[in-house]
């Protein structure tokens, strides 16, 4: 939600002159407000409406009193966290003291002016938006010092192929993609492109062990002789799927090799976007698709592994779901296709994809909703 | 917000409707907080009907296919319904019409 949208405000009371009163002052100042005449018509309301920013109730109710209610709240996983602020006539300390213990915010008595009441419910606002920015920012320190990095610094140099990647975090806020180039020696380099199925924060920290798993995986193939990128999906897959902390957590991922003494290119993908294959004399996209499905669903992952042939000047795209994303007037929409024929548009045009990047940067394809990453590797 | 809704259910099916226009990251962990309190292990079959939405992100697309997995531990079916062209087609994309049996509408979903 944007930041400077209207604070939705959830007011309870079953004195209607009071709610009206209430309700007027409120929307003075900005906010959007529903009301409700008693605690069963405000569960009614949460079970079907968008949950508001903050919850305004009186104590002294008929049928389910003010504690009654938080304690529902309290008890339901969908509605514990929404701030909460009794509003009543009635406080004496055990009151009080039981309120708070149901983790209300605050008690105010309804003989304070109601623009003051408007002023501490903003003030509350305020601290708790004040308060998320600053966990944020503690977040963001913190995954700083851990020097990991899901997305490279650098491209990787290799021999014969010219490779590059653009990404952009939704919200400026590390998510869910993952990009990786695995040197193993001068002739092969892995490239990895991968998206755990979540935003932001929550989704980031699983890349971690996705990270960590993939180049073992790789590493220990490496080590026996095995570079086959299926075989390297078939461990990674086996791996996650015994693993309790990442049991409900999914991930994509494209899995390329790149043998820089033949040429040649493998492939093998997890519930990825299927890859595009630019060829330049036909100035045509080909679409590349795996059978893979997405990594940690079934034991059996159904990986194969394809060879893909680039001739010189040709281009290999490998691309999360965020770049097929699109938002207009409309709403947003996912539309692989108008995506293509842009890549494909752009390139016949002349463009380089350090061209295709800027236009990606500068919001020129589409407005971004989610995280966006491509990487593209073409032969020289 | 009860944003699935109870459509039919008999002793091996529960048809339920999701009223969403928009699935995604905002939604994604409460649908299946919800999905998960409707689903009765007596019921054999789940059947979501999509026919309202027009978007669904990768975090809600991850709800759906972690929903499925717990489903499936219960040797139950999570059956999808509904689907509008932009999501059948990333479903083809990523092989999810592999995973989940799709039909057109409720009536189209084969007696258990």
Request: net charge negative; aromatic share 12%.
């Amino acid at each position: 939600m944007a930041h400077n949208s209207p604070k939705r405000i959830l007011l309870v009371d079953d004195n209607l002159m009071f709610l009206k009163l209430m309700e007027k002052a409120f929307k003075k100042f900005g906010f959007d407000c529903s009301v409700a005449a008693s605690a069963e018509e405000a569960i009614e309301l949460l079970n079907s409406e968008e949950n508001p920013d903050i919850i305004l109730s009186d104590y002294e109710m008929l049928e389910m009193n003010g504690i009654e209610f938080r304690k529902y709240l309290v008890a339901n996983p969908l509605f514990k966290d929404i701030p909460f602020v009794f509003l009543t006539f009635f406080a004496d300390q055990d009151l009080v003291k039981e309120g708070l213990d149901l983790r209300a915010i605050d008690f105010v008595t309804k003989d304070t002016p109601v623009n003051v009441i408007v002023s501490k419910i903003n003030n509350i606002l305020f601290t708790i938006s004040q308060q998320r920015e600053l966990t944020e920012l503690e977040i963001k320190k913190a995954a700083a010092l851990l020097n990991f990095k899901s997305i490279p610094v650098n491209v990787p140099d290799i021999n014969g192929f010219c490779v590059d990647f653009w990404h952009s975090a939704y919200h400026d806020i590390p998510g869910g993609d993952f990009i990786d180039f695995i040197k193993v020696n001068d002739r092969y380099n892995f490239v990895v492109l991968g998206d755990i199925m979540g935003k932001k924060w929550t989704a980031w920290f699983f890349t971690f062990g996705f990270l960590s798993y993939i180049r073992a995986a790789v590493r220990f193939a490496v080590f026996n002789g095995d570079y086959s990128t299926s075989s390297i999906l078939d461990k990674v897959n086996s791996v996650v799927c015994f693993d309790d902390v990442l049991k409900d957590i999914l991930s994509t991922l494209s899995l390329v090799l790149i043998d820089s003494e033949t040429g040649a290119i493998t492939y093998s993908g997890a519930g990825d976007l299927p890859l595009l294959h630019y060829k330049s004399i036909e100035k045509e996209m080909e679409i590349v698709t795996s059978s893979g499905l997405l990594l940690g669903l079934f034991e059996n992952g159904n990986f194969n592994r394809q060879e893909i042939c680039l001739e010189k000047g040709d281009s290999l795209f490998i691309f999360s779901d965020g770049m097929i994303d699109f938002s207009d007037l409309a709403g947003k929409k996912s539309d692989y296709n108008m995506f293509t024929g842009m890549i494909r548009k752009n390139l016949n045009c002349g463009q380089t994809f350090t061209q295709i990047k800027d236009n990606f940067a500068n919001n020129g394809l589409n407005e971004q909703v989610d995280d966006r990453s491509i990487i593209s590797i073409t032969k020289n | 917000m009860n944003m699935i809704k109870i459509y039919k259910e008999d002793q091996n099916n529960l048809m339920v409707d999701l009223k969403l226009k928009e699935a995604n990251v905002t939604n994604a962990d409460e649908f299946k907080v919800e999905l998960m309190k409707l689903f009765d292990k007596a019921h054999k079959r789940i059947i979501l009907n999509l026919n309202q939405v027009e978007y669904v992100d990768s975090s809600f697309l991850g709800a759906l296919v972690s929903s499925l997995k717990h489903v499936i531990s219960y040797n139950c079916e999570l059956v999808l319904v509904g689907l509008c062209k932009d999501i059948t087609d990333l479903f083809a994309l990523i092989r999810l019409d592999k995973v989940f049996k799709i039909y057109n509408t409720f009536n189209d979903v084969p007696a258990y």
